[in-house]
């Protein structure tokens, strides 16, 4: 299931290792059937141009003070799949 979710809830995920970061040039349905169907090849030319990450230790740090930051996300057992969503705070600047 894919829907919002703010920071808060995802930070014990990130914890665990379990948050991975998928760029917004990527559709997040279609990254996680890859990787739900183990499409190495895809998912490993992903992470080599850098479309999928873990998150940075920046990014963790602003995320911790921003607890209500949103995400659109997707579980994929084992991982949580996360896009950054703008707000409208964030769009007007």
């Known amino acids: 299931m894919m829907g919002p979710a703010e920071w808060r809830w995802l930070s014990p995920h990130a914890n665990k290792g379990s948050v991975v970061v998928v760029d917004p040039a990527l559709d997040l349905v279609e990254v996680g059937y890859a990787i739900a169907t183990d499409d190495v090849s ?43 969503l703008e707000s409208s705070d964030e769009v007007s600047r």
């Not at 030319?45 to 999928?52: F, P």
């Not at 940075?56 to 995320?63: A, E, M, N, S, V």
């Not at 659109?72 to 084992?78: D, E, F």
């Open 42 to 84: 895809t998912v490993d030319r992903w992470i080599a141009e850098a479309l999928l990450t873990k998150p940075t230790p920046d990014q963790l740090i602003d995320w911790n003070q921003a607890q209500t930051k949103q995400f659109s996300s997707l579980i994929v057992q084992p991982f949580v799949l996360v896009q950054v």
